[in-house]
């Protein structure tokens, strides 16, 4: 069996769970977090980012509808090189994190508002090595700052939403040095505008994408 009809049928299979799951931030429960309080200004104009915040299908999904992003990639950060496939990653034994590489222009959008977009709309920062129906280590929420600088900015954030009670429940969002990322296989790139009406993208990402356009107008690039 090829690789691309396993994965259609694990994530078929997870979207059958999703309505006895936590439907965490993807949904109408999304909400505006408070701005960022740090914000570094940075020298180059082309920056990037890795965040992890389960399935990486909509996490680039989200991130490619900002206005400024430049590419969104799909791929595995947080482990070695030797086992960043997705048949390795999926048994959550790597270390690796489903995650995306996201290129940047700061004229336009910052690394502080990456993270406030993050927060708001692509994961819940309060589950624990799961998001949604997809659970273990590789789906957890984590940071992969490239840069002393963004690790500043996203400390203090989580510092900051953790003050304000932002979220019901403790925030258990890793900031994790090891950010070297792994390209995913090509058919997990541009998954989402490729399969609109997959029913796992329709049932867990679209929700995040329309919270976007709805809580971030002035970012939002259809």
């Excluded at 496939?85 to 959550?92: F, K, L, M, N």
């Excluded at 927060?119 to 624990?128: G, I, K, M, R, Y």
């Excluded at 203090?156 to 390209?183: D, K």
Aim: net charge positive.
């Amino acid at each position: 069996m090829s690789r691309l009809p396993f994965v259609l049928m694990s994530a078929a299979a997870c979207a059958a769970l999703f309505a006895a799951a936590s439907p965490g931030v993807a949904t109408e429960s999304a909400r505006l977090m408070p701005a960022p309080a740090t914000i570094e200004q940075h020298a180059p104009r082309y920056e990037t980012a890795v965040f992890a915040g389960g399935c990486f299908w909509g996490v680039e999904g989200v991130y490619d509808h900002v206005d400024g992003v430049v590419s969104a990639t799909s791929g595995y950060a947080g482990g070695a090189r030797g086992t960043a496939t997705y048949d390795q990653v999926s048994s959550g034994n790597t270390g690796h994190a489903e995650s995306v590489r996201i290129v940047f222009d700061t004229n336009k959008v910052s690394y502080a508002q990456l993270l406030r977009i993050y927060f708001s709309v692509v994961a819940d920062p309060t589950e624990l090595n799961r998001q949604g129906p997809d659970q273990g280590t590789q789906y957890r929420s984590a940071i992969f700052p490239q840069s002393p600088a963004q690790e500043r900015v996203a400390r203090a954030y989580i510092a900051q939403l953790g003050t304000a009670h932002a979220f019901p429940r403790q925030i258990v969002t890793r900031i994790e040095r090891s950010g070297l990322f792994y390209p995913a296989e090509a058919h997990h790139q541009n998954f989402m505008a490729r399969n609109p009406r997959y029913p796992y993208i329709v049932a867990n990402d679209q929700p995040k994408v329309e919270a976007l356009r709805r809580l971030f107008p002035g970012n939002w690039r259809g």
